[in-house]
T-cell receptor, first 110, second 111 residues
Framework: GQQLNQSPQSMFIQEGEDVSMNCTSSSIFNTWLWYKQDPGEGPVLLIALYKAGELTSNGRLTAQFGITRKDSFLNISASIPSDVGIYFCAGLNTGNQFYFGTGTSLTVIP | DGGITQSPKYLFRKEGQNVTLSCEQNLNHDAMYWYRQDPGQGLRLIYYSQIVNDFQKGDIAEGYSVSREKKESFPLTVTSAQKNPTAFYLC??????????FGPGTRLTVT
């Protein structure tokens, strides 16, 4: 099955810095979802995007649905230690199947 | 509290034994899914069900079986035919607007 290209694979940042990550695909998606997963736990839905160009925020998190419908971006502003975890994207294609990125591991240094 | 429950959290089995993982949701979602997560890989779809009494194979269905007799429940059986069953298994359901929610996961270890 198709997996999405997600970058970067890992990030080490200082507390207070902003973070950016993205997902790209060779196919068009109708929906983009962003998740955070802590070790040994299930992923938690952060943001859902439904239209090309859409920009949606959830607290310090902002995500965008790319204009080409083949990519999406997640930004975290003013990072804090509890932001540590693995973030991954999911895209819903025109056949209503979900595909997932391999994740970005975020480490926040206090 | 609405959500998805999976049990048990940890499961240990001997090679050659079938094992069933439980998944229950009270979100009133029609669609439910089973994924497998291995280190360094994205989630891979095992089976999904869009409606009661109907389900379809995902990308890695070999060695697994499911049933969907009730809207709330979508159990997954890992059979002895699955060659590499040790993994973290995640159940999910999705809303009509395609927001997909996950359970807490079951870590299966087969020795």
């Amino acid at each position: 099955g198709q997996q999405l290209n997600q970058s970067p694979q890992s990030m080490f940042i200082q507390e207070g810095e902003d973070v950016s990550m993205n997902c790209t695909s060779s196919s068009i998606f109708n929906t983009w979802l962003w998740y955070k997963q802590d070790p040994g736990e299930g992923p938690v839905l952060l943001i859902a995007l439904y239209k090309a160009g859409e920009l949606t925020s959830n607290g310090r998190l902002t995500a965008q649905f790319g204009i080409t419908r083949k990519d999406s971006f997640l930004n975290i502003s003013a990072s804090i230690p509890s932001d540590v975890g693995i973030y991954f994207c999911a895209g819903l294609n025109t056949g209503n199947q979900f595909y997932f990125g391999t994740g970005t591991s975020l480490t926040v240094i206090p | 509290d609405g959500g998805i429950t999976q049990s048990p959290k940890y499961l240990f089995r001997k090679e050659g034994q079938n094992v069933t993982l439980s998944c229950e949701q009270n979100l009133n979602h029609d669609a439910m899914y089973w994924y497998r997560q291995d280190p360094g890989q994205g989630l891979r779809l095992i089976y999904y069900s869009q409606i009661v009494n109907d389900f379809q194979k995902g990308d890695i269905a070999e060695g697994y079986s499911v049933s969907r007799e009730k809207k709330e429940s979508f159990p997954l059986t890992v059979t002895s035919a699955q060659k590499n069953p040790t993994a973290f298994y995640l159940c999910a359901s999705s809303s009509p607007s395609w927001e997909q929610y996950f359970g807490p996961g079951t870590r299966l270890t087969v020795t």
